[in-house]
């Protein structure tokens, strides 16, 4: 291994670790003026039929969030928000998911959604398996599996596949069944399944700290994708936890 290799390794590693240090800085959101910090500032649109979000992120919230002409129009309908980030590179992800997000209403006071992402659901069908869904139609906001709108299933297969072989021990999974709408893990002790089930209806809280750090060793580059990967779903459902609560 070369030193370009270790460096990236440990940069990757340090950043995690001071994430986890600073896991208290989304604790205190919406403050009547932003701080010197990044992050996204997002509109929320209310009509009778839909609620619309449209996001941008910046590299300073209190610069753009009191200079940005645009933000402050006057509309009752409109609502603005603001959501600090620990890095610019997270609010450019949240803004690039979630802008233009639009949550069309029903009669029958469920959600559809119109975006390019799918909700995710988790269930356990059997007693010694767990389900995540895919769902991209019908959309009930209240439901306690209802993980929200975290990213593509294909990309979820992938890293999902990957995972297994770099968490550690007390999570991990006999095998992963695969389909179009789904993902099925099934699991051998039930310690194991409680352990991941739970980890994966928190994963916005997650810290990392399920993955094995011996596996950095034999596949850096696989290893340093899937947790990049899991980080960035941590901050899209922490973010969509705040957000759901807004347009309830």
Same mark, same amino acid.
């Given at each position: 291994?070369?030193? /370009?290799?270790?460096? #990236?390794?440990?940069?990757?590693? !340090?950043?995690?670790? %001071?994430?986890?240090?600073?896991?208290?800085?989304?604790?205190?959101?919406?403050?009547?003026?932003?701080?010197?910090?990044?992050?996204?500032?997002? +509109?929320?649109?209310?009509?009778?039929?839909?609620?619309?979000?449209?996001?941008?992120?910046?590299?300073?919230?209190?610069?753009?969030?009191?200079?940005? *002409?645009?933000?402050?129009? *006057?509309?009752?309908?409109?609502?603005?928000?603001?959501?600090?980030?620990?890095?610019?590179?997270?609010?450019?992800?949240?803004?690039?998911?979630?802008?233009?997000?639009?949550?069309?209403? +029903?009669?029958?006071?469920?959600?559809?959604? &119109?975006?390019?992402?799918?909700?995710?659901?988790?269930? &356990?069908?059997?007693?010694?398996?767990?389900?995540?869904?895919? !769902?991209?139609?019908?959309?009930?906001?209240?439901?306690?599996?209802?993980?929200?709108?975290?990213?593509?299933?294909?990309?979820?297969?992938?890293?999902?596949?990957?995972?297994?072989?770099?968490?550690?021990?007390?999570?991990?999974?006999?095998?992963?069944? /695969?389909?179009?709408?789904? %993902?099925?893990?099934?699991? *051998?002790?039930?310690?194991?399944?409680?352990?991941?089930?739970?980890?994966?209806?928190?994963?916005?809280?997650?810290?990392?700290?399920?993955?094995?750090?011996?596996?950095?060793?034999?596949?850096?580059?696989?290893? %340093? *994708?899937?947790?990049?990967?899991?980080?960035?779903?941590?901050?899209?459902?922490?973010?969509?936890?705040?957000?759901? +609560?807004? #347009?309830?």
């Amino acid at each position: 291994m070369n030193n /370009t290799e270790f460096d #990236i390794g440990q940069i990757v590693d !340090e950043t995690f670790e %001071l994430n986890k240090k600073n896991n208290v800085f989304n604790s205190v959101q919406e403050e009547i003026i932003p701080k010197d910090v990044p992050g996204v500032i997002f +509109k929320v649109r209310r009509s009778l039929y839909y609620t619309h979000l449209q996001c941008s992120e910046s590299s300073n919230l209190r610069v753009d969030f009191n200079n940005s *002409s645009s933000w402050n129009e *006057s509309d009752d309908d409109i609502e603005i928000h603001f959501w600090e980030t620990r890095s610019f590179h997270d609010a450019k992800t949240l803004a690039r998911k979630f802008n233009e997000f639009k949550l069309l209403k +029903k009669t029958d006071h469920r959600y559809g959604f &119109q975006n390019h992402s799918r909700f995710w659901y988790l269930d &356990q069908p059997e007693p010694n398996r767990v389900r995540l869904l895919f !769902e991209n139609k019908i959309v009930n906001l209240n439901a306690p599996t209802c993980l929200g709108p975290l990213g593509d299933a294909s990309l979820a297969k992938y890293y999902f596949s990957k995972l297994g072989k770099l968490i550690s021990h007390d999570m991990g999974y006999r095998k992963i069944l /695969t389909n179009n709408k789904a %993902l099925i893990f099934e699991f *051998s002790d039930s310690e194991n399944m409680s352990n991941f089930k739970d980890w994966l209806k928190d994963i916005s809280d997650s810290d990392l700290e399920i993955f094995n750090h011996e596996n950095y060793r034999t596949d850096q580059i696989n290893y %340093l *994708s899937t947790k990049t990967y899991f980080y960035e779903l941590s901050i899209i459902s922490k973010f969509w936890k705040h957000v759901s +609560k807004l #347009i309830r």
